[in-house]
């Protein structure tokens, strides 16, 4: 997350950091009276501290299901309450998440390791993401935004888990031979776990898989579609990803690599589309 909290956040900032657009930004301050930004001398809008931590709750609080009519104009005290009843309902009849999440915020990497472990010898691979990793992101994401959690925490939490699935993937189902799907984010998306997740499952039922990593340049994503034996190109958004990049870089990408591969798309920043570009599909963990 941006640090602007001695100068306030300009609009840019907050739109990459919130997943917020610009334009919807203004509406809402129209609209419902929030935010409400300062100016800075040049007359434009910059955002203090408290309001783009209200933002981001608002924004985890709509990947819930929640509309902005109903939240935007609550107080940040009602939105974290929101927040901890999302993730409380997520973990009540999860006992083994629940430790996951009392690991990370006793920064236990031992506890977290063993319980990560344990999940997978009981569970196996598909189970161990679908039911205990996916939503103990989710609950760190919904515990940092309602203040029960701090960045360190969830960047240990992210670090722990990368480190795990790397080497949790046995050489056995490292598989070659086919077409791999490629992995990858765009520039501006620095999360990785997303990726992470899907190259285990898939990885799991023997798919090859090439995961190019973080922010890599439109440019690059097209060499390689064109060089490495592959069929489908497959991207992860989080919630943070500016919302009106996806859409413009899904086409242009979609224009330039072969026709007849496949593009994926998924994470919760792609929940906000309202239609897909031609030629882009979803995929969901559970579908993968």
């Not at 909290?5 to 919807?24: C, Q």
């Not at 989710?138 to 309602?146: C, L, P, Q, T």
């Not at 046995?170 to 998306?189: C, D, F, H, I, Q």
């Not at 500016?242 to 990408?253: A, D, H, M, S």
Request: glycine share 10%; proline share 6%.
């Amino acid at each position: 997350m941006t640090d602007m909290s001695t100068t306030g956040w300009p609009i840019a900032a907050v739109e990459r950091d919130t997943g917020i657009g610009r334009d919807t930004l203004r509406i809402w301050e129209r609209r419902y009276g929030f935010p409400k930004p300062d100016r800075n001398p040049k007359g434009e809008r910059i955002y203090p501290e408290c309001q783009v931590r209200r933002l981001q709750l608002i924004r985890r609080l709509m990947d819930r299901g929640l509309r902005p009519g109903a939240i935007v104009g609550l107080k940040e005290s009602d939105l974290a309450n929101l927040a901890n009843q999302a993730g409380a309902a997520g973990t009540a009849e999860n006992g083994r998440l629940e430790r996951v999440l009392e690991a990370v915020q006793r920064h236990d990497i031992d506890a977290l390791d063993a319980l990560l472990a344990d999940a997978r010898d009981r569970l196996g691979m598909r189970r161990l993401i679908l039911e205990v990793v996916a939503p103990a992101a989710r609950g760190v994401g919904d515990r940092w935004a309602a203040g029960g959690m701090q960045i360190f925490e969830e960047h240990l939490f992210t670090r722990t888990l990368t480190r795990f699935l790397d080497s949790a993937t046995s050489p056995s189902e490292r598989t070659s031979g086919g077409p791999a799907v490629l992995l990858a984010t765009l520039p501006g998306e620095p999360h990785s776990l997303g990726l992470l997740m899907v190259e285990a499952l898939l990885r799991d039922k023997g798919q090859p898989t090439l995961n190019l990593g973080v922010e890599v340049p439109l440019d690059q994503l097209v060499q390689a579609s064109v060089k490495v034996a592959t069929d489908t190109l497959a991207l992860s958004f989080s919630s943070s990803y500016p919302y009106g990049q996806i859409r413009k870089n899904l086409v242009e990408l979609r224009s330039r690599i072969p026709s007849d591969s496949q593009l994926w798309i998924g994470g919760a920043g792609v929940q906000r589309l309202k239609r897909l570009p031609p030629g882009v599909s979803t995929k969901t963990l559970e579908e993968l």
